[in-house]
Each structure stands twice: as structure tokens, then as C-alpha cells.
């Protein structure tokens, strides 16, 4: 079956740990996309990449890192520099950049500092 | 001014009736609009995409465009308990290269 797969579901962080959280896809698209969302709240784009190798920093980007080594995988790490880590983090995919195509998402990871 | 904007809600809505979601956006070069829909703790599903001005229609969906307004707007028609949800608005501009999501509109339909 294709499409976006995120791990893990639910992901508990002690304070200062750096963690990475999983998104691999196999719906050969280009573009690979990383939101976060607060309860209540809508999305805010941390990190996107139009192209293996290369990527741009979103709207809340600090605290985050993140590598596009592979097309079909686009991880990212959650550093102690994000002091607020707690929240849901989406991963989503379009067939390209632009923001002209329709992004498809996974099932997203629960991030919770413990 | 934010980018997209959508009221938060909650929108109450009988069984049945129409609903009417609404969202605005700030670039007046945007040129695709999405619908998601989210359940509570799932992740969105796209449930409609619209680029030219006018509606789309999609069984009880349909989308409405207004480019001039800047406005974009989804109507669920005959709404049922499973439309209850949190409905999110994206618009892209051209030549951005990314999608902006409003805050999402939480929608319940009550039986």
C-alpha cells in the first residue's frame, strides 16, 4: 500500500534529549513536509524539502533539525534547544513543491516531555 | 494579519442542515485552496481542492472560490454526526513553496 508512514505513534522525551521522529513515503513525491500542532491550535510548517538534499526552514523552525538524505525519507530531530516540545507532529508529502499540489499526511506522533 | 484565517468555532449545526465553513487569505496571489478535514487526535484527510473561482461539487461538498474576496468557503449539505470534526483551510501563493493552514473551524452536528 502506498503512503506516509510516521514512528513512532507516541514518543515520551526526558528533558535535554535530543529525539528523531520517523517519515518515510512511498508515494514517490518530491516534496516532503514537517508541521507541528498545539491542542486546539492549527498547523505551523517547521521544515520543508522540495528535493533530496536540500531543505527550508518553516515558520518554527528553531529547535528542530531535520536531513533529506533519501526522497522517501525526511526525518526529524527535536533538540533540547526547543524548550516546548510537547505537542503532535505531522509529516506530509505532495507530488511536488509549490504548495500547488495536494499534500497527503501520516498518522502523525504524539510528543510528550517527560 | 494572519495568513489564513478561519473561525475557530465551535459551529453547531442540526442534523440534516446545511453547514458553511468559511476561511480567508491574506496573499492575493494564492492560487490553490485545500479543505481538510480532522478528526479528534487523527491526522488531516484532504476532502477537497479547488483552483479557479466558482464552486466544486463533490457529493455533499462543495467548495467555493472567490479570488476577488479572497475568499474560499466549503458547504456540507445534509450533514451527518460523522461530519463532526475540525475542518482546516490551506491556501498556497504561487511561487511559494509551501502550504498555510488556518487555525480550522471545529464543527459538531447534533442529532
Known amino acids: 500500500d502506498g503512503g506516509i508512514t510516521q514512528s513512532p505513534k507516541y514518543l515520551f522525551r526526558k528533558e535535554g534529549q535530543n529525539v528523531t521522529l520517523s517519515c518515510e513515503q512511498n508515494?514517490?513525491?518530491?516534496?516532503m513536509y514537517w508541521y507541528r500542532q498545539d491542542p486546539g491550535q492549527g498547523l505551523r510548517l517547521i521544515y520543508y524539502?522540495?528535493?533530496?538534499?536540500?531543505?527550508q526552514k518553516g515558520d518554527i523552525a528553531e529547535g528542530y533539525s531535520v536531513s533529506r538524505e533519501k526522497k522517501e525519507s525526511f526525518p526529524l530531530t527535536v533538540t533540547s534547544a526547543q524548550k516546548n516540545p510537547t505537542a503532535f507532529y505531522l509529516c506530509a508529502s505532495s507530488i511536488g513543491g509549490g504548495g500547488d499540489a495536494e499534500a497527503f499526511f501520516g498518522q502523525g506522533t504524539r510528543l510528550t516531555v517527560v | 494579519q494572519k495568513e489564513v484565517e478561519q473561525n475557530s468555532g465551535p459551529l453547531s449545526v442540526p442534523e440534516g442542515a446545511i453547514a458553511s465553513l468559511n476561511c480567508t487569505y491574506s496573499d492575493r496571489v494564492s492560487q490553490s485552496f485545500f479543505w481538510y478535514r480532522q478528526y479528534s487526535g487523527k491526522s488531516p484527510e484532504l476532502i477537497m481542492s479547488i483552483y479557479s473561482n466558482g464552486d466544486k461539487e463533490d457529493g455533499r461538498f462543495t467548495a467555493q472560490l472567490n479570488k476577488a474576496s479572497q475568499y474560499v468557503s466549503l458547504l456540507i449539505r445534509d450533514s451527518q454526526p460523522s461530519d463532526s470534526a475540525t475542518y482546516l483551510c490551506?491556501?498556497?501563493?504561487?511561487?511559494?513553496?509551501?502550504?498555510?493552514f488556518g487555525q480550522g473551524t471545529r464543527l459538531t452536528i447534533n442529532p
Open positions: 524539502s522540495q528535493i533530496v538534499n536540500d531543505f
Open positions: 508515494l514517490n513525491h518530491d516534496a
Open positions: 490551506a491556501v498556497n501563493a504561487q511561487g511559494a513553496q509551501k502550504l498555510v
